[in-house]
């Protein structure tokens, strides 16, 4: 049971990690393009769900590790 749960928590670090490593990426890329229209299309697209298709693999990816335990 120890190491089911030690395997977990692992995996689940290393998810979020990744995600955030790749929103960081995504997002430093798209401030460099244009500032001010990059920041309110990375907000709608965070929190309306209108994601680009690169981000939407990774969405389904990191919250259904979680959502299945």
């Known amino acids: 049971a120890f190491f089911l749960v030690t395997?977990?928590?692992v995996t689940f670090l290393f998810a979020v990690f990744f995600f955030a490593a790749f929103f960081l990426a995504f997002f430093f890329v798209a401030i460099?393009?244009?500032?001010?229209?990059?920041?309110?299309?990375a907000m709608e697209a965070r929190y309306i769900g209108e994601a680009s298709d690169?981000?939407?693999p990774?969405?389904?990816?990191?919250?259904?590790?979680?959502?299945?335990?």
């Not at 460099?32 to 299309?41: E, F, I, K, W």
């Not at 990774?58 to 335990?69: E, L, R, S």
């Open 7 to 9: 395997f977990f928590l």
């Open 32 to 41: 460099q393009r244009s500032p001010g229209r990059a920041v309110r299309r």
């Open 54 to 56: 690169i981000m939407e």
């Open 58 to 69: 990774t969405h389904q990816k990191m919250f259904h590790i979680p959502t299945i335990a």
